[in-house]
Structures are given as structure tokens and as C-alpha cells.
């Protein structure tokens, strides 16, 4: 009631403001006006520049330095305007940006084929460069730098990505339309400025939602886990060891408020679950009463988004469940998901303990129906 008080009274506050600017002769000024954006080839007040080549990976570019040799490479690029009409299934880009002002640039070509005479299309435009190639391999020399082992510079790769708190033994999941959410955390990872370590050098292992986990997009499609620790990170792919990274200490602190804010904010999913992707099983089975309804992943997804409260651990699985999910992995590592009477069991075939979470009936009965209607 006082919000939409306040939201009323500010209405008409604003309203007398414009009728009395109109009387007295002055102009309103909008109120969130953005700054005029220099010409494509004339900047200058540059704050950022982001870098996505053609395998999906992103930089961003803030380093002082860094920023003045491009922006010197731009401003010298010889651009005169053209009037080629953009074709672009393939292409590659980079956005510069100012305070309130943002440039978008795009090529159709993978870098490999940048010639120095290049067609760059602008969001002003197309234009014809003089220094194309030598553009681009300053872009892909500051992706190579910034990100020496391929696996901190994400950009569009990302399929899904789930944080993990593995003393709860809950996750959150992430996928396209949670973007607003992702993205400063894959800004964060971008930043970390990694530096290879032994890794007793990392410090503890962070507690709450301190794991983060990156699924890939594409026919190689992987899975990345970054492990916080104190000073740094540990990081896998496919459950091999990439290695152990110092890390940038604030931007590292920043990356771990921002996952655990995202982790709050967000329906918990039983962990271990929530880590079954397809590409990695090799079997599965969907059993109602005991009778097998399905076979194959179809609804892989129904089962890992399933909510779930607090996980307790149990002795053993039920014996006759109303609904079971046996999932085969091409690892060897076996999963068993049981529901009965609103409750969910987790057992894996690498784990000693069987884990029980609440997820009430109502879940329970959508998930049959849906089994049911396959």
C-alpha cells in the first residue's frame, strides 16, 4: 500500500515538473539520456572493449593499456564507409564501450580469414578497413593472453550453469532465460586473471555455493567445474584436472558474492542429479510401481528439475517406490532416484550414503502425469 502510495505521488510530482518547464520555457531532460556514441573509427573515452571469436569464447578487454593500443589500431584502420549489405551466419564481433554509449562491430569470417582490407559492419554502418587482420590478431593475441588455458573465457558457449553447495548437497540450475542472472558471473570468471599454482597454494576450500559448474554448447559440448578455494580456484573438464589458479583476490571475492547471491535467489535441486547430462549417459530407465515406463532420457530434465528441500542422509532405498529413475553413465557410475510419498532418494554408485530430500506431493503427481502422457 505505501509503494504504490510513493509510486503515485512521484507520478505526480514528475508531472507538475514537465507542465511547469513547458509554462516557464526550459526543457525537460530525460532522465536516463545516453551519451552520443563516437564515430566507429574516431573513439575515444574508451572503457571496455569485448572480444567473441568464432568458437564461441568472449574477453573483456579493461586494461588501460591494452584499451589505448586498440583504440590506436581504430582510430588508424584508413575506415571509409561502404555500402555492402551484411550477410553474417558465421561472423565474428567485439562491442566497444564508453560511459553510456556501446559500438557494435561484426565481420563475416572466422579470424583465420580476416584480410587487412576488410568489410567491418558497425551499428552505424559498414565500413572498409585498411588493418583488419592486423585488428583481429590483436583480439585473438588479447583472448590467448587473458585466457591461456580455455576455460575462463566462456562468452556464448554456455549451455547450462549450475551452482553447487556441496555441504547442503543442493544446486541451483541456469539455463538461457536466467541470462541476466549468469552473466556477471561469467564477467567475474572472465577477470580472475589466472595464474598456474601447485595446489596447496589455493588455501581452503570456500563453504556454501562455491562450486560453480559450466556446461558447454556444441557436438564437443563439455563440462567445467570451478572449485573456490581462498586465494584461487581449482578447475576440471570432464572431471579431468585442468589445473589449480591463483586468481585476482577482489575479483575472485566478487565472483563468489555473486554466486551465492544467485544460489539464494534461485529453487534448490538435489546436486548430484542436477550433474546428469546425456551426453554422459549411456542408459536409462523410468519405472512406475516397479513396471518400466520409458527407457532413454526424454525426461532427463523433469528429474533434474525437480525442487528439493534440505538433504538428510539414509541407510538404504526403498524397496518398492512409486517412481525410479536408474541412470547408466558412460564413466561406469550408476544413479537410482526414488520417489514415495513426497520424498525423494538419491543413491550413486561412488558414494557410500543414500541422501533423502522433501518435494512434496504435488511435484510427485505432475511428474506421473507427465510419465503417464509420454
Not at 562468452?155 to 552473466?183: C, H, M, P, S, T
Not at 565472483?255 to 534448490?268: I, T
Not at 514415495?340 to 538419491?346: D, E, F, S, T, V
Amino acid at each position: 500500500m505505501k509503494k504504490r502510495f510513493f509510486q503515485k505521488m512521484f507520478a505526480f510530482v514528475l508531472v507538475l515538473t514537465m507542465l511547469g518547464s513547458i509554462f516557464c520555457g526550459a526543457a525537460v531532460i530525460p532522465l536516463d539520456k545516453e551519451t552520443e556514441a563516437p564515430a566507429p573509427f574516431a573513439l575515444s573515452d574508451v572503457c571496455s572493449v569485448t572480444y567473441r571469436n568464432g568458437s564461441g569464447q568472449q574477453i573483456t578487454i579493461t586494461n588501460r593499456p591494452m584499451l589505448e593500443q586498440f583504440v590506436a589500431l581504430m582510430n588508424t584502420a584508413g575506415a571509409k564507409p561502404s555500402q555492402v549489405n551484411p550477410n553474417l551466419p558465421n561472423g565474428i564481433g567485439f562491442s566497444v564501450r564508453g560511459q553510456g554509449w556501446e559500438i557494435g562491430y561484426t565481420l563475416n569470417c572466422l579470424p583465420q580469414d580476416v584480410q587487412e582490407q576488410q568489410i567491418i559492419f558497425t551499428s552505424q554502418g559498414a565500413y572498409q578497413v585498411q588493418n583488419g587482420k592486423t585488428i583481429i590478431k590483436f583480439l585473438e593475441d588479447a583472448l590467448a593472453t587473458l585466457d591461456p588455458y580455455g576455460c575462463f573465457a566462456m562468452g556464448r558457449r554456455v549451455q547450462q550453469l549450475r551452482i553447487l553447495d556441496n555441504q547442503k548437497r543442493q544446486a541451483a540450475l541456469l539455463d538461457y532465460d536466467r541470462e541476466e542472472d549468469f552473466a556477471p558471473i561469467l564477467e567475474s570468471l572472465e577477470l580472475l586473471k589466472p595464474q598456474k599454482v601447485e595446489k596447496d597454494q589455493l588455501g581452503l576450500p570456500l563453504a556454501g555455493a562455491s562450486e560453480l559448474r559450466i556446461e558447454t554448447i556444441g557436438r564437443d559440448s563439455k563440462e567445467y567445474s570451478y572449485q573456490l578455494y581462498q586465494y584461487g580456484v581449482a578447475v576440471q573438464s570432464n572431471g579431468e584436472e585442468v589445473g589449480s589458479f591463483l586468481c585476482d583476490l577482489p575479483v575472485r571475492k566478487q565472483l563468489y558474492r555473486e554466486m551465492q547471491s544467485v544460489f539464494d535467489g534461485s529453487s534448490k535441486h538435489a546436486s548430484w542429479m542436477s550433474l546428469a547430462r546425456a551426453g554422459r549417459i549411456r542408459g536409462m530407465e523410468v519405472m512406475v510401481d516397479g513396471k518400466v515406463v520409458e527407457e532413454g532420457v526424454t525426461h532427463l530434465e523433469n528429474w533434474k528439475g525437480l525442487r528439493v528441500g534440505s538433504a538428510t542422509e539414509r541407510e538404504a532405498l526403498w524397496t518398492a517406490p512409486e517412481l525410479e529413475c536408474r541412470t547408466h553413465f558412460v564413466t561406469g557410475v550408476d544413479y537410482r532416484v526414488q520417489i514415495l510419498n513426497g520424498k525423494l532418494r538419491i543413491w550413486a554408485s561412488d558414494m557410500p550414503q543414500v541422501l533423502e530430500y522433501t518435494i512434496g506431493t504435488q511435484q510427485q503427481e505432475a511428474l506421473l502425469i507427465t510419465l503417464q502422457n509420454a
